[in-house]
């Protein structure tokens, strides 16, 4: 499949509506892409040991989406092959008072990967470009200055701001890839009555989750502005269609690995001081009785 489909360019524009929630593309059914994605997570796993051994780059993830659309389900099954000592999960939720007295990127940044490993963010400062966006009372809330709360120009200002530190972290091999993870109002709707009639998925709802949906519209305005502006060819955003989580996970293991794949990545070349030193212990080692 065509993974660059889902890639967003540096137009600046973007309207999701022309973004199928539901496209499953080549794949029809589970088991098809539950085929698949076991191939890819296998691939997945050597391409991670490469990194890790080549410790020269990092590669950093980002998931964000509507609330079930199935973040850390894709998390969970993309990466179970992953040795774990060398990814990194982070799953940023309401900023802390530490957190908000620093700068709105300084919480992500201080836990960006190392290199060698893989970074996951589980949402990320994009939030700061969204919900606080959705819901200008808590940017009012925050310890800013009043002529930072009151700049009409803050959102547009953040996404340059997003984009140089994504450019950053590039020109200090960090690759970025981000993903929206693309559901529709309707499955939304149907996971969380989902979530409530399980008893085991209750502690997975809340009302509030319900009440965001009034807001749904407010937030792919800002969803679409943020992309947009923040999509750029060293640090894409791919838009994943995640009415179906079986094919979401697929095409995200998909990109993943054409990611790693392009990162040059190799073993350590060892030098003929270290051949010779192996060579000895294999000659210990064989020696021994």
């Not at 964000?64 to 060398?86: C, E, R, T, Y």
């Not at 200002?157 to 984009?163: L, N, P, S, V, W």
């Not at 981000?178 to 996971?191: A, D, G, P, T, W």
């Not at 979530?195 to 319900?210: C, L, V």
Request: charged letters at 30%; one cysteine or more; hydrophobic letters at 35%.
């Amino acid at each position: 499949m065509n993974y660059e489909q889902f890639k967003i360019g540096e137009s600046g524009k973007l309207n999701l509506k022309n973004h199928k929630t539901d496209f499953s593309g080549d794949y029809f059914d589970k088991n098809q892409a539950k085929d698949a994605l076991a191939k890819n997570i296998q691939r997945l796993s050597e391409l991670q040991d490469v990194l890790y051994a080549d410790n020269t780059k990092a590669l950093l993830i980002i998931f964000q989406a509507m609330d079930a659309a199935g973040k850390d389900g894709a998390i969970k099954h993309v990466m179970s092959g992953l040795n774990p000592q060398g990814v990194q999960v982070f799953s940023f939720k309401q900023p802390s008072t530490e957190e908000l007295d620093h700068d709105f990127l300084w919480r992500c940044a201080k836990n960006a990967p190392e290199r060698g490993r893989i970074g996951i963010f589980n949402r990320s400062y994009y939030e700061e470009v969204l919900v606080v966006r959705v819901h200008p009372e808590i940017l009012q809330k925050q310890p800013l200055s009043e002529n930072a709360k009151n700049d009409k120009n803050i959102w547009k200002k953040r996404f340059e701001q997003i984009r140089n530190y994504e450019n950053y972290l590039a020109e200090n091999d960090v690759h970025v890839v981000k993903f929206f993870l693309n559901v529709s109002k309707k499955e939304q709707k149907e996971r969380f009555l989902a979530r409530i009639e399980t008893p085991e998925k209750n502690w997975k709802f809340s009302d509030a989750d319900a009440k965001e949906r009034a807001f749904w519209n407010d937030y792919m305005h800002a969803y679409e502005e943020a992309i947009a502006a923040t999509s750029t060819e060293k640090s894409p955003w791919y838009i994943i269609p995640a009415d179906k989580k079986w094919f979401t996970r697929v095409i995200v293991s998909e990109i993943l690995i054409k990611k790693l794949e392009s990162m040059s990545l190799r073993y350590p070349q060892v030098s003929q001081e270290h051949r010779q030193s192996l060579l000895q212990a294999k000659q210990m080692l064989e020696s021994e009785k």
